[in-house]
């Protein structure tokens, strides 16, 4: 069953000045070609969303260790927690064109780039493939027929609770698969957590909101001060160390 085309919303992440800058752009692409559609934001400054009527601002500190990646997942929860779908869209987009009002979506997620993960893996970064399938194995995930999905724009609609789970499921194997220096390329997570809910990628809808839209690709980092790069450093061993806490409740899942 297609979900209602105007219960949906966007959302992403808004983690330092640069990105709360670029999120803003973004809102103010919104409000132009997206009218009556909320944002909803996850970022470590609320106030500076305060002028923004369509924007929902969350306080969030960062949960992955070194990256923030996995913590798509969050803002999505939420998201969906108030809407029956959500776009995910990376801050560092720009909106060119009105989107269109007759979007649907079907239950479950919508992405436009999809392929076989083991290829995918094989051919970008082949040195997490064991990693990979041991997460795979610990959930029972069959492995081969598992997809890598594409993670700057994709859509999450629900499907009476399996959205929840999918969720949970990805939050955990990112975690599992950051304990072990993968911090990035969460749409592989993204795809094995399909896999194990037994959704199939849909694509209806991602093409009409892709059309209107440009990914920037702002992922570059500018040299960081002494005193952030102390900072970060610090983040980073207090997220580490918090996340082996979190997985000694579940000794056998994290650590085999």
């Not at 990105?19 to 409000?31: E, I, M, S, V």
């Not at 995910?88 to 392929?115: F, M, R, V």
């Not at 997460?135 to 859509?155: C, H, K, M, P, R």
Request: hydrophobic share 35%.
């Amino acid at each position: 069953m297609n979900q209602d085309s105007q219960n949906y919303c966007f959302c992403t992440l808004a983690l330092r000045k640069k990105y709360r800058l670029l999120t803003q752009h973004l809102a103010n692409d919104l409000a132009k070609y997206a009218p009556g559609k909320m944002l909803v934001v996850y970022t470590d400054l609320p106030e500076d969303f305060r002028n923004y009527s369509n924007v929902v601002a969350f306080k969030h500190y960062q949960r992955g260790i070194l990256h923030c990646y996995n913590d798509k997942s969050l803002v999505i929860k939420t998201a969906l927690s108030q809407f029956n779908a959500a776009i995910y869209i990376d801050a560092d987009t720009e909106i060119l064109s009105p989107i269109p009002d007759n979007l649907k979506w079907q239950p479950g997620i919508t992405a436009g780039h999809c392929e076989n993960l083991i290829g995918h893996i094989s051919k970008y970064t082949p040195e997490r493939l064991p990693h990979i399938r041991q997460v795979a194995n610990n959930l029972n995930i069959n492995l081969e027929t598992s997809n890598y999905i594409g993670e700057s724009l994709f859509i999450i609609a629900r499907d009476g609770g399996k959205e929840i789970e999918y969720l949970k499921y990805w939050e955990k194997m990112g975690r599992y698969l950051e304990l072990r220096g993968i911090h990035a390329g969460e749409g592989n997570t993204m795809g094995l957590a399909a896999a194990k809910v037994g959704w199939t990628v849909a694509k209806d809808g991602w093409e009409q909101v892709r059309n209107a839209a440009k990914h920037l690709d702002a992922s570059y980092t500018n040299k960081p001060t002494t005193w952030d790069a102390w900072k970060r450093r610090i983040g980073y061993h207090y997220r580490l160390n918090k996340t082996r806490i979190i997985a000694l409740t579940e000794f056998n899942f994290y650590y085999s």
